[in-house]
């Protein structure tokens, strides 16, 4: 649990005592299938072969969904950072 300390009327925690870091996790996520959203409503599913500290992510054997049903199958897909809404990690997805 964070430590928490009170300075008048702000909330201060120390998360250093979090162990959780979105970017390690998801350095340990590489290999794994991964499903990633993007902003504009496309979500990618494939393996995860390479994140950066930007969230800029590669995924390889990819397929692309637009509306919760497969449009294309891609090789290799690099997405950039910024348009990541959110990253999946899970081994089968429903």
């Known amino acids: 649990m964070p430590k928490r300390e009170n300075a008048g009327k702000v909330a201060i925690f120390d998360l250093s005592q979090q162990g959780k870091r979105p970017l390690n996790v998801l350095q340990k996520a590489i290999n794994k299938e991964v499903s990633v959203r993007l902003k504009m409503d496309l979500e990618y599913r494939g393996k995860m072969?390479?994140?950066?500290p930007y969230m800029n992510v590669i995924l390889v054997d990819a397929t692309e969904y637009s509306g919760g049903n497969p449009s294309?199958?891609?090789g290799k897909v690099v997405i950039r950072g910024n348009n990541v809404l959110f990253v999946k990690i899970s081994n089968s997805f429903p």
């Open 49 to 52: 072969s390479n994140v950066d």
């Open 72 to 74: 294309a199958n891609y």
